[in-house]
């Protein structure tokens, strides 16, 4: 067996700063009442606490890949000490992250979330550009017989600004959208193409290669009694939000978006929680032709690729049962099912997506209710690998 000199050096600075190390993981990564590892504590000695967000994308759309994101949180010395008293007082949290996959799509963007005047006020802001390389299903209102790739290029802008009422738990207010992009096939296709509908043919023609503006502005209610925002265990989240998209407001395209979303979490047990969420997506328009391919929503499931299965109004049932190992650990299944259809009183007939799958939590920063782990799902077509920071929802 041969050893180099380097290695030989390596291995005797691990050994003589092996005490070192072991004082700076305990000072600085180990909570005190269990000694395993808390970011919460290194967090604490920086001005501006963050948290880096490594992941391995798997997503079935776009093909396997790697993002990194760094998720700071910042908040008031007066916060700190409410929250060392174990008062769960909501962050205000900064997000950015770049990513890129093998099918070529790369991404990159920062967010905000706000939760300001002791959380009477919240705000919600992010900033993106994203060149994307996805199969559609679907063109038109109409199925194809086998998918054609799109790039998707472009920047996206999403705010939305909410007002507590009084001192109850709901909240109202505006959102706003705004998204340019290019639309160009990634597909080696001919045009007209004879193996295509005349219609789609039609629709391939009127929307390649030009950018298109959708903006799109509406109103927003929201009933809140979740434990935290990062990653909550108890409580109840209903939301309604209308957007209109009009050429008045810079719009290319005339629609209204709407969804109506509510997760629920339940704790059964001192061991055990539960999970469902229930949500609707639609869209309204005289003439569904007009639209890009990427407006109309789509099953959002773990285990379903992105845009796999579009449709006007689409509706989604999620569970998600948690065993509390320790303190810390956690072990998770989940299942769902979505519907797809052009109208909603089509649903009823719409053949059934269905998921399900399995995975796991660390609690990575206790002080912040901060979690991270993987999940592994299977749709009906094929599986994925999640990783998860935060929320699943």
């Known amino acids: 067996m041969r050893f180099s000199l380097s290695a030989l050096g390596g291995l005797a600075v691990a050994l003589l700063s092996a005490p070192a190390m072991a004082s700076l993981y305990h000072d600085y990564s180990a909570a005190p009442e269990d000694a395993e590892v808390d970011t919460g504590n290194f967090l604490d000695r920086w001005s501006l606490p963050f948290i880096p967000v490594p992941k391995i994308i798997t997503e079935p759309a776009v093909g396997t890949g790697l993002a990194l994101g760094l998720v700071f949180f910042e908040e008031s010395e007066e916060q700190k000490a409410e ?14 992250g770049l990513a890129f996959t093998s099918n070529g799509s790369r991404g990159y963007g920062v967010g905000h979330l706000g939760f300001w005047k002791d959380d009477t006020i919240r705000y919600k802001g992010f900033l993106a550009y994203s ?34 009422i009084s001192d109850s738990r709901w909240l109202i207010g505006a959102k706003q959208v705004y998204r340019k992009v290019k639309l160009t096939l990634t597909d080696d296709l001919s045009l007209p193409n004879a193996a295509l509908a005349d219609p789609i043919n039609r629709y391939l023609d009127n929307h390649l290669g030009d950018s298109a503006v959708t903006s799109g502005l509406g109103i927003t209610a929201e009933f809140d009694s979740l434990d935290t925002p990062i990653d909550p265990q108890e409580g109840y989240n209903y939301s309604v939000r209308y957007l209109v998209y009009d050429k008045t407001i810079g719009s290319d395209y005339d629609y209204a978006s709407y969804q109506l979303k509510g997760t629920n979490y339940w704790k059964l047990t001192p061991a055990w929680d539960l999970g469902v969420r229930l949500q609707y997506d639609g869209i309204a328009v005289d003439d569904e032709t007009v639209l890009p391919a990427y407006i109309a929503p789509s099953i959002d499931l773990r285990g379903i690729p992105a845009a796999r299965y579009q449709g006007n109004a689409v509706a989604v049932a999620e569970a998600e049962l948690t065993w509390k190992i320790t303190p810390r650990w956690r072990v998770k299944t989940f299942a769902g099912a979505g519907r797809a259809a052009d109208q909603f009183n089509e649903l009823g007939d719409a053949e059934a997506a269905n998921s399900l799958g399995g995975g796991f939590r660390y609690m990575v920063a206790e002080r912040y209710g901060f979690n991270m782990g993987i999940d592994v799902a299977r749709g009906p077509e094929e599986s994925a690998v999640y990783i998860q920071a935060g929320s699943t929802w």
């Open 131 to 164: 060149d994307f390389n996805i199969d559609f299903y679907s063109l038109a209102g109409m199925p194809i017989n086998r998918p054609i790739g799109f790039n998707i290029k472009g920047p996206a802008v999403i705010q939305e600004l909410q007002m507590r």
């Open 83 to 96: 929250r060392s008293d174990g008062s769960l007082v909501p962050e205000n949290i900064t997000i950015g």
